[in-house]
């Protein structure tokens, strides 16, 4: 079975520029969530989507973050205009039943 | 809210040596899960351990076995015979079950462990 997907591995961006990163559940899996991890911190959740519909995003930064599932499969999270403080790593994960989540490797970004 | 603490910033032993990660945690529930996962430098989360609050026995898997204590709100990992790869960040976390859908993972700060030659 494929794992979860996330590219790009890594992204060097200058603030105030825009970075989009991109997620592929387990295939079957209806739930998939973003977290962003900060370098010495534990990952803290962004949003949620259970199939094509948001189940919580209430620690989305709505005014510079955004976040789609496309058709219940992929999914893209979007910075624009990134900030220093953006700096972190983005992790995707999905599940396909309660308390069993799959993580991918995540995509370290560097806001400079 | 719930919350998860992990005292230990950083944790070093020998190789084949036991070794024992703190976790403490905040809850007004009485039927949730506990988790310790591992992150080694690849940045993937792996799902070490599991354990379901309402289970009185402590989960076990090979050389990785917990110490749970509900009343103390207590969820702390033993490594037994610690190998090399073993090194990594190591990673308490707490789940509310919700309906399916609606569960998240709250984590710790972590503890980053290496395993000495």
């Known amino acids: 079975e494929a794992g979860v997907a996330q590219s790009p591995r890594y992204k060097i961006i200058e603030k105030r520029q825009s970075v989009a990163f991109w997620c592929n559940p387990i295939s079957g899996h209806a739930t998939l969530y973003w977290y962003q991890q900060i370098l010495g911190q534990g990952p803290k959740l962004l949003i949620q989507f259970q199939n094509n519909g948001v189940v919580d995003d209430s620690q989305l930064p709505k005014d510079r973050f955004s976040a789609e599932r496309l058709k219940g499969v992929d999914s893209t999270l979007k910075i624009q205009p990134a900030k220093l403080e953006d700096s972190a790593v983005y992790l995707c994960a999905s599940s396909s039943r309660a308390g069993k989540l799959f993580f991918g490797s995540g995509t370290q970004l560097s806001v400079l | 809210a719930q919350t998860v603490t992990q005292s230990q910033p950083e944790m070093s032993v020998q190789e084949a040596e036991t070794v024992t990660l703190s976790c403490t945690y905040d809850?007004?529930?009485?039927?949730?899960?506990l988790f310790w996962y591992k992150q080694p430098p690849s940045r993937q989360m792996i799902l070490v351990i599991r354990?379901?609050?309402?289970?009185?026995q402590n989960a076990t898997e090979n050389r990785f076995s917990v110490n749970f204590q509900k009343a103390a709100k207590s969820f702390s990992l033993k490594i037994s015979d610690s190998q090399l790869g073993d090194t990594a960040m190591y990673f308490c976390a707490f789940m509310k079950p919700a309906n399916f859908g609606n569960e998240k993972l709250t984590f710790g700060t972590g503890t980053r462990l290496t395993i000495i030659p």
């Open positions: 809850t007004s529930e009485s039927n949730y899960y």
């Open positions: 354990q379901e609050a309402y289970k009185q």
